[in-house]
Every structure is written in structure tokens, then in C-alpha cells.
């Protein structure tokens, strides 16, 4: 895992990462220190990117993709704004590399997200049959699974799709993946009790699931860029996860960005790992936060059950008892959870950022490492996992100065490496 903060205002961005990463196998997770996080994508211009999660995309390690998008295909191209360069390098990552990963491989990532959706269908169907206590047999098994897809499916294409899969048909994606997913149900077609529409029904679902712009099942990479364009006075950032590529499309879904103007003068942005960093910046961490309104939601529900119990056992009317269980409880809770944020906001989130407005470029990048490394130390001092650890690497991007280390590891000793910075001028 991972832990990156971005602080950004008018006078540029600073970026710090940790080093850690953790490899897992069946047997154990194997966590290492001196991982890259942070790369420049342009020698010449001002802007960067920062990676979090899956380190290889279908195998390729990413720092082997921007290094080869950054020399061989950026060079010195620029764009006006810092979105041109993320779609840029969208379509780097589709016409150069993806060309280069087989067939085999990118048909086993639909397989792998066809069998976990196949499993998530069989154990919740069983868990479902099992609390209406009814008999679990071949039947009663497709049926439950059927509802549970059509439901899921319907759930998931009120989603928006994502880009590349605005234009992409059914039909396309049954052409392509037909046997595959045939492969995959093959245990439950020789079933003679499978409804002969239950392949296209799974088909459906899985096919809502992958063009949806939202990620399920498979792991993913989280890319910031961050920078300026040609034309931009003030830096950005704009946030992306990329999981699934397959039949020449690659699924990826923009998360949150931010633009720095003369509106909006400041940003905290931290990524993967940010429960320390919203304790920070909001007071609270987001799970406590809604641990808390959830706690709230069910007090306040037991409180009017135990009155209806009370008013009962008294003889209440039933017109009365009626109309205190149609209160919807989340409507009453809602002006307590309204009067949170407000404090939240005025008395945490504005305070910081005022101050972060003014603060030198300096001071920005000592915010965005003491953010990561206050991350690193409850990892060590919890019972967490230390899945963030390591190095710290600091960057800082300015309009006029460009993409400047203020502190970076080496896997090899400077000294004896001249010809490496040389290479680098």
C-alpha cells in the first residue's frame, strides 16, 4: 500500500510519497522499502505523476511505461492544459503499450472477474436461500442467482460508462468473450437445471460491471498527474484509477481533480492510505466519521422502538403506534450530520487551507512529508500492518522552476554513478 499527499496553492505543488510496497502470494505478504512513487513525465516541463496499488499494468511495471512515455514518446511535446497530458498518455497506453500485451493475458482478466462474479452470485444466493430457509437444490439455486444478478445488473447501469466503453455493444463484447465466459460457467451450464438464458443473464451483468465507471473485483492503479499546462498560471492535479484492459480498451475512471485559481487557493490532497491525513485536515477520520453517523442512525431507531414498546404495553392507539414507525429516522438525524460538516468545515477544512494558501514552497513540501511520515508512524506504533514505510521521496512543481527533487533515494550510490546525472543534464 501506500500513502501520497499533494499540497497545492498559486505558488505550485508539493508531492511526497513513502516507499513501501507489498507483494502478495497464497502463502504470505512480502512488504519492501524503496519503492518509486513519484516520476517526472516531462524533462522539460512542469509536471508529474505519482502511483499508488498495482505497481504493473498486465505485467509491464509503470515505471517502465512513463520513462518510455516521458523519452520516447513526450519528448519535448507540451499541451495548453495538464488534462491534455493525462488523455495523452490514456492514448500512449492504448496504441503503444497495450499492443504489446497477448491476447491470452487480457482474456484472463476477463475470466478472473467472470469467476469472482460467478462466486459473489453462487455464495449470495446460498446465503439468501439459507435465511429464507429454503430448500437449496439445482432450482431454487439458479433462481436465487438469476434475481441476484438482474439486480445487480440494473443496479450497475445506472452508473455513467467510462470513456472507452461509451461506443462499446454487447454484442462486441459477447463476440470477444463468449468462450471465455462459457469457460467459466461451464460447471453450472452441464447443469441440467440451468435456464438456458442464465449464460446471457451473466453475460449482461458482467458486462454492466465492466463498462461502468466505478472498479469491482479486480485490483487497481491509482495515476495523479500533477503539473501545469503551457497556458495554465496555477498547478492541478487530476486523479485516475486504471484496472482492466481487453479487445484494444482500457478501463480506467477519473476520481476527483482540482484547479487552483484565484476561487479556490489551496488544496490538501492525500491518496491510498488517508485516514492520518483527514484526521488531520478535518478533525476526524472518515471511517469514525461514519461509524459515528451510522451509531446515530441506530440509536436514535432503538429510541423509537422503545417508545413504541412503552406506548404500547400502555395502551397507545394503534393510529398512533403507526405513525411513529413511519418516521423515517434518517430525516431527523440529518440536521445533526448537517451541523457536523458546517463545524467541520469552518472550525478544521477552511482554517488549514487559509493558511496553506500562503505557505512558501518550502512549506509545502514539509506539510505533504510530515503528512506521510505521521502515516508511516501509526503503521508502526498500531498493530496495522507497515504497509507504509520507507524512504519518503518529496518533490516540488513551479510554473518557472519545473519539477524539482527536494528529496530522493538512489538504489545506487551517487558517487560512483556520475555518468548517471550527466545523462540526466
Not at 514505510?389 to 519539477?403: E, L, Q
Request: net charge negative.
Amino acid at each position: 500500500m501506500t500513502a501520497i499527499v499533494g499540497t497545492l496553492n498559486k505558488r505550485g505543488i508539493a508531492i511526497a510519497a513513502d516507499s513501501a510496497a507489498t507483494y502478495s502470494t497464497s502463502a504470505t505478504n512480502k512488504i519492501t522499502n524503496n519503492t518509486n512513487k513519484i516520476f517526472e513525465l516531462s524533462k522539460k516541463y512542469p509536471v508529474g505523476i505519482a502511483i499508488y496499488n498495482n505497481l504493473d499494468f498486465h505485467g509491464i511495471p509503470w515505471e517502465i511505461i512513463f520513462k518510455t512515455y516521458r523519452d520516447v514518446h513526450l519528448k519535448d511535446k507540451s499541451f495548453p492544459k495538464l488534462k491534455d497530458y493525462a488523455e495523452d498518455f490514456w492514448g500512449y497506453l492504448h496504441s503503444v503499450i497495450l499492443t504489446r500485451v497477448s491476447v491470452e493475458d487480457q482474456k484472463a482478466q476477463v475470466a478472473y472477474l467472470a469467476h469472482q462474479l460467478k462466486e459473489e452470485a453462487k455464495s449470495t444466493a446460498i446465503k439468501q436461500l439459507e435465511l429464507s430457509k429454503t430448500d437449496i437444490d439445482s432450482n431454487s439455486l439458479f433462481s436465487e442467482m438469476i434475481s441476484f444478478l438482474t439486480g445487480l445488473s440494473e443496479d450497475y447501469k445506472l452508473h455513467n460508462k467510462t470513456s472507452e466503453f461509451n461506443s462499446y455493444k454487447i454484442s462486441q463484447f459477447q463476440n470477444y468473450a463468449n468462450e471465455v465466459i462459457d469457460s467459466v460457467l461451464s460447471d453450472l451450464i452441464l447443469d441440467t437445471a440451468c435456464p438456458k438464458d442464465f449464460p446471457k443473464i451473466f453475460l449482461s451483468t458482467l458486462f454492466s460491471i465492466i463498462s461502468a465507471d466505478t472498479i469491482v473485483y479486480l485490483s487497481q492503479t491509482g495515476l495523479v498527474f500533477w503539473g501545469y499546462g503551457e497556458e495554465e498560471l496555477f498547478p492541478s492535479y487530476y486523479h485516475y484509477e486504471v484496472s482492466l484492459a481487453f479487445d484494444n480498451k482500457i478501463k480506467y475512471v477519473e476520481l476527483s481533480n482540482y484547479e487552483v485559481s484565484n476561487q479556490k487557493n489551496a488544496c490538501v490532497a492525500p491518496f491510498a492510505q488517508t485516514d492520518v491525513s483527514n484526521t488531520v485536515v478535518r478533525g476526524i477520520d472518515q471511517k469514525l466519521r461514519d461509524t459515528i453517523n451510522k451509531s446515530l442512525l441506530l440509536a436514535f431507531d432503538g429510541f423509537r422502538n422503545n417508545i413504541i414498546d412503552v406506548l404500547s404495553q400502555a395502551g397507545a392507539p394503534d393510529t398512533l403506534l403507526d405513525a411513529l414507525r413511519n418516521i423515517e429516522i434518517s430525516n431527523q438525524t440529518s440536521s445533526f450530520i448537517s451541523f457536523l460538516n458546517d463545524y467541520i468545515q469552518n472550525n478544521y477544512i477552511d482554517k488549514l487551507l487559509n493558511t496553506v494558501a500562503f505557505l512558501s514552497k518550502e512549506d509545502l513540501a514539509d506539510m505533504a512529508e510530515s503528512l506521510v511520515r505521521m502515516t508511516c508512524l501509526k503503521r508502526h506504533i498500531t498493530t496495522d500492518e507497515e504497509s507504509v514505510g520507507g524512504p519518503v521521496d518529496v518533490a516540488v512543481i513551479t510554473k518557472g522552476d519545473g519539477f524539482i527533487w527536494i528529496k530522493r533515494k538512489h538504489y545506487f550510490n551517487r558517487e560512483l554513478n556520475p555518468h548517471y546525472f550527466e545523462r540526466q543534464k
